[in-house]
């Protein structure tokens, strides 16, 4: 068993998470879509992005600011039937 | 012989769709879906890994094609996850056309009927034009043209399974019920004879993607596929 950070450092290392994809990631500091993708190395053309489930156009990337907790989708074309 | 026809408002000369997944390479891909001669070909969307280099082989092949995409929602449980899935193939593939999949059963990928007129009622309002995969049920089929469904795509037989079409006489009455909705039959042809019964049947088109992409040799299934869906017209 891993030891737990004291107790009152947990909580908030913890809500500095976000899940790309379903991978944690820490958010240092706060983010748009754009810099997210960017930090990440995300190609910008060719993917469509979802925050907790929500369909988020390209055309707010910039300035829609990820939270703490937040799901992120990123997704891309592939082949299909 | 020339048999053009229109979907929703887009004018096509094939009425053979045609899917992209599953083929050994993307040339054969490209080849077998030329050989077909289709117009639509359906693609889909997949999740992204941080820091990966994105396997963009098969759609660097695909966008070069003149043909018209047809996302799908393969994959989506739930009528939210469903919605989402089409806001983002909309804006990535820059169509309005959506095949909608809500499925209900992991084994045999079964449409969940209750979602999927959930989610076409939704699509609609948006502004899409949906194509719901569906099973061959005649009231599900009605709930569907009564949220705005201009497009019904009923299964024959289970996704993949190539049993052809298990209950004909539920096609036919979809056709006689409907007369005035394009019926394309989705999932479960096997054979080339499938589909020219599809199309006997009175169905507006096919699409098919296991069949040929599977096939030994699938530039000449999805030629044979396209000379079976004339054929069918024409019989």
Known sequence: MSQRPNAINLPERESQEIEVNHVPHRLTTPLSVTSLLTQLAHPLDGVAVAVNGAFVPKSQWCTQTLNPGDQIEVVAPMQGG | MTDSWSLGDTHLQSRLMIGSALYPSPQVMQTAIEASGADIVTVSLRRQTAGQNMDTNHWQWLNQMPVHWLPNTAGCYGVREAVTTAHMAREMFDTHWLKLE?????????????????????????????????????????????????????????????QGIRQPQNLQLLRERFPEVQLIVDAGLGRPSDAATAMELGCDGVLLNSAIALSPDPTRMAQAFGHAVAAGRMG
């Open chain 2, 102 to 162: 809500v499925i209900g059963d992991e084994q045999t990928l079964q449409p969940d009927p209750f979602g999927l007129v959930e989610a076409a009622d939704l699509l609609i309002k948006d502004g899409f034009e949906v194509f719901p995969y569906m099973t061959d049920d005649l009231v599900l089929a009605q709930r569907l043209v009564d949220v705005g469904c201009r497009i019904l795509m009923p299964w024959a037989s289970p996704i993949g399974s190539g």
